[in-house]
């Protein structure tokens, strides 16, 4: 079903860099003071990766995933899409935050389709996979239900369906599920990742937690502070799709263990 | 554990019980008020020109609400307090809306607003019949005057306490203008906006009335007045208490309206 409503636009090779960032700054200004935030960026994410972007709080990886998502704009440097330079957001792109913010005064439903309202896309049409979309997410039945009337993990996985309303190519996931209870967050990390497999969706997760970034990620790009930048870009080769058995692997424990020496965590 | 969720349940049950007591007591203090009222009245231990009784009084209410004449006069009230807060509400959210969108304007306007805002309103009341004469028009714009403000202020707050979370999320969906406005700004402003209307229309009330006490030939506040002139007592605590009632019903309209518009924010 996965593959139905959420099949792939078009049919770009594996291999090609569908997010590239070169040489990448972003600097703040505050108080008349100048503040670097991420100094010198390059990055290449393949179609259908998935990536964390991992380091402790205040590295950047928020202002890195904006900038991505063209919501606010770079100092210097490049980043494009699909060839594309990034200048304003794009309907391709769909964006998670680590607040569900629903729209208190519509239904799940209004909520769902407000995606496609502000792209001026076909409504009608839209309404087609909202039921679907919810099954997946695991509400189905709950169209007419207010935000207010659901608890914040059902919050959260009906804004992960209208990320998924405007079916866009990339996902770029700010600690979506960082204000739930870990059960809760555990369910849907498995829920993303299996959306993530079934639809080829290139997904770009921001997340503090190291065991989720391994469990998860093709690749963890584990990022160092003051300024923010890269210092190390990971492969992560497990098989797919991933179990919780990996957990129980010599190798998962190498690369935790790496991490944590990367970031200076522990001793 | 049991016993725990039955002790709970046993604190509970009391809750109800101890609200009815207080409406109960409201309700005594009321009858209390009004048997005291009539005593001091009728013992002649107030002169009863200066205090009526509370019989004699609510004969004369029933005696206005027989005569045609107070049907006249409460029409051209309700018409001024109703075009007042019309008026006034339309101005304040059209300016709020300006005023919001054009940050430069509400850093200059601003100032003003706090000083106009302290101004006591009523004060005005004189300068408005001279600059209006005593028809409806001075009572409309004193109206006006008294309900601006709250709507004002109600609508910029609610309007600028659009939280940055939503906003990034419509301009990553890629939102017009006109759709964070429509689709994110009012409704979120909705529930300020109806605050302020709610405190706004008894204003307006208030100002149609001090209007009519500057001089009028109609409403309310005149036939009040009359009343006061004649030393007819009794009718005039019989409009005082119309005019109260009036208020309420009001107030309940709106709030009524309020409630059925903003439906989600007392879903909770
Ligand atoms: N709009 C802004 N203005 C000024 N400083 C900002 C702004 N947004 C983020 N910063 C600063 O940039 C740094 C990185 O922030 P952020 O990207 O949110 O980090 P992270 O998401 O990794 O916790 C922080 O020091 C933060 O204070
Ligand atoms: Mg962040």
Redesign the interface.
Known sequence: MVNEILKSSDEVSTNQSQITITNLYKTFERDGKEKEVLRDINLNFKKGEFISLLGPSGCGKSTLL?LI?G?ITKSTGSIQIDSQEVK????K???M?Q?A?L???RTVEQNLI??I???KGNIAEAKLRIKDLLSLVGLEGYEHY?P??LSGGMQQRISLARTLM?NPDILLLDEPFGALDEFTRENLNFSLMDIAEKSGKTVVLVTHSISEAVLMSDRIIVMGINPGHILEDMKIDFQKPRTDKIIATEKYAQYMLHIRDLLGVGR | MKAITTSEQEIKIPKPKIIRIEYLLSLLLLVFILVLWEVLSRFKIVHELILPGPMVVIGSMFELLAAPFFYSNLGVTLFETLAGFALGSIFSIVLALIVVSVPILYKVLNPFIIILQAVPKVALAPIFVTWFGFGLTAKIVMAIAICFFPTFINTVVGLKSVDEDSKLLFQSMVASKKDLFLKLSLPTALPYIFAGLKASLTFALIGAIVGEFMGADKGIGMLINTFNFQLEMDKVYALIIILSIIALLLYLFIEWLDKKIVFWTDNK
């Open positions: 904006k998502g919501l304003d957001p794009i309907s792109v769909g964006f935050f607040k913010v729209l208190p005064w407000l995606p309202e502000l792209a207010y207010n009337e405007t």
